[in-house]
């Protein structure tokens, strides 16, 4: 998990953050955790944002990872991936209608 949190994989991040919070590393774990929503990683985005409701980071760090987070899923974005959403969306909602 490690080797893949470095190689940049956003979801080995988050996880080697639980990892470190549980075995009370709470420092470690909020590093990583920050890491991985920088990443463009919603869940660890959660987490931060709970770690700023119990006042275990400031917030300022708490802005920053907001922006570092918004800037990695918009350089995910492009026409193409915004065109599979529509589509996502216009599928689901015939699903929803019964219609197939």
């Known amino acids: 998990m490690e080797k893949a949190a470095i190689g940049g994989d956003p979801n080995a991040r988050h996880n080697l953050g639980c990892v470190e919070g549980n075995n009370g590393r709470t420092e470690r774990a909020i590093q990583h955790i920050i890491i991985a929503a920088n990443m463009g990683h919603d869940g660890s985005l959660e987490t931060v944002e709970k770690f700023y409701a119990r006042g275990m980071i400031s917030k300022d760090v708490f802005d920053k990872a907001l922006r ?25 909602a015939a699903k929803a209608a019964g219609q197939i």
Do not use: G, N, R
């Open 68 to 92: 570092t987070h918004q800037a990695a899923v918009d350089a995910t974005k492009s026409p193409q991936s915004e065109e599979a959403e529509v589509l996502m969306k216009k599928f689901e």
